[in-house]
């Protein structure tokens, strides 16, 4: 069911779910997550089976402020405290070593737990309301069935899971993809998935050169016809992996990434018989097929993240078979976006 997440009867009636160890779908200004009482087990365990996610994956603990941060995170250091004071409430996870006692479960069993402050109204409205019932951390992954594109609406999250679960309603979400991940439990900052944040603001703010753990954007290329271990980069950094290789952020129909010259001669080749396929690029592109369906991916980057999701599931229809999506500019803000097409492409 989706209820109005600004009205404040809606905020007490989730965290009424949460206290009783239910789910709540909530809006965060990145994706919408599915929220459980982090430190409730069987709350925990409800996320797993629900998203088909296998148990050792840790999830994001959500804190409504870098004080409830202290209650989960055994140490935090200089830097990552910068990180905190720069980038919350808003897109930024940070990995630190985990308060042994507290959110076992959430955290996959890890001895470091992901933080992260929401700016969304709603869902720090939500955190709020559970704070005051003594819950003082959500753990919430994206809303969305394991290995499947994240959710940007609340339409998006009930259809992935049916309306018996409760959906708090905050409108599409402002960013777009998911937070950018920076482990902070090795002594220095290592970026583990980039988001809207680019590497030079995050250094700015840190005061520490990044290390960065994703793959080359070369690399991520190279692997994009390939299949990739979920949600992970890079792949020898995952604690504990799961394993299972299944590609991630992957629409059914199957994604391919081409820049806009082999694009076009794709669809010169093909001319009228090119049939069931949808394009999303940024330079438009000429198709003498009728039934080619094509969207315009925005110039700006931001706006490219905030649409992408949402796009791919609009253009994710029974007929499609093929999505070519046209290959992002080399320039650090679009790393999120070319991060995740490659991962759908896999
Ligand atoms: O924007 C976001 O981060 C969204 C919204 C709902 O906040 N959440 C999200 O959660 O994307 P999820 O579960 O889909 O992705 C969480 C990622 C996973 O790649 C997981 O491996 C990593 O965070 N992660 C969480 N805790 C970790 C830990 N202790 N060590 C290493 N990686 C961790
Ligand atoms: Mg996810």
Redesign the pocket.
């Known amino acids: 069911m989706i209820i109005d997440g600004l009205n404040s009867a809606s905020i007490a009636q989730a965290a009424d779910v949460i206290a009783a160890a239910g789910l709540v779908g ?1 809006p ?1 200004e ?5 929220a459980a009482d982090a430190a409730n087990e069987a709350a925990v365990a409800k996320i797993f089976t629900a998203k088909g ?1 296998p148990s050792e ?6 804190v409504a402020n870098s004080l409830s941060a202290s209650r989960f995170a055994s140490e935090i250091p200089d830097f990552a405290q910068k990180l905190m004071d720069a980038f919350w409430p808003g ?1 930024l ?1 940070l ?1 630190l070593p ?1 308060r042994p006692e507290i959110a076992s479960a959430a ?2 069993g ?1 001895n ?3 933080l ?1 402050c ?1 700016s969304h109204p709603v869902a720090l409205a939500l955190l709020k309301a559970c704070a005051a019932r003594g819950i003082h951390g959500l753990a ?5 069935q394991f290995g499947r594109v ?1 959710p940007t609406t609340a339409a998006h999250v009930q259809g992935e899971f049916g309306d018996d679960l409760l959906i708090l309603n905050g409108g599409a979400c402002s ?1 777009g ?3 950018t ?1 920076v ?1 902070c ?1 090795r002594g220095v900052p290592v970026l ?2 980039p ?1 809207v944040l680019t590497t030079t603001q995050i250094e700015f703010a840190c005061g520490q050169n990044l290390t960065s753990n994703s793959l080359s954007k070369e690399e991520l290329l190279r692997q994009s016809t390939r299949r990739l271990e979920p ?3 890079p792949l020898e ?3 504990r992996a799961s394993g299972m290789l299944e590609s991630h952020y992957a629409p059914k129909a199957k994604l391919r990434l081409m820049d806009a010259k082999a694009l076009q001669t794709a669809l010169d080749i093909l001319g009228t018989d090119a049939k069931h396929i949808a394009v999303y690029s940024r330079q438009q592109m000429h198709s003498a097929s009728t039934t080619l369906i094509f969207r315009r991916m925005p110039e700006d980057a931001g706006l490219a993240a905030q649409q992408l999701f949402a796009t791919l599931r609009e253009l994710d229809q029974p007929d499609i078979k093929l999505i070519w999506v046209e290959t992002p500019p080399e320039d650090s803000a679009w790393d999120g976006v070319l991060d995740r097409v490659t991962r759908a492409a896999a």
């Open positions: 909530l965060t990145t994706v919408y997550g599915l996610r994956h840790p999830l994001i603990v959500h897109p996870t990995i985990r955290a996959g890890q470091s737990v992901g992260r929401p919430a992954p994206s809303a969305n994240s960013v993809i998911e937070s991940i482990d439990s583990l998935r988001g949600d992970l980069i950094a995952a604690p």
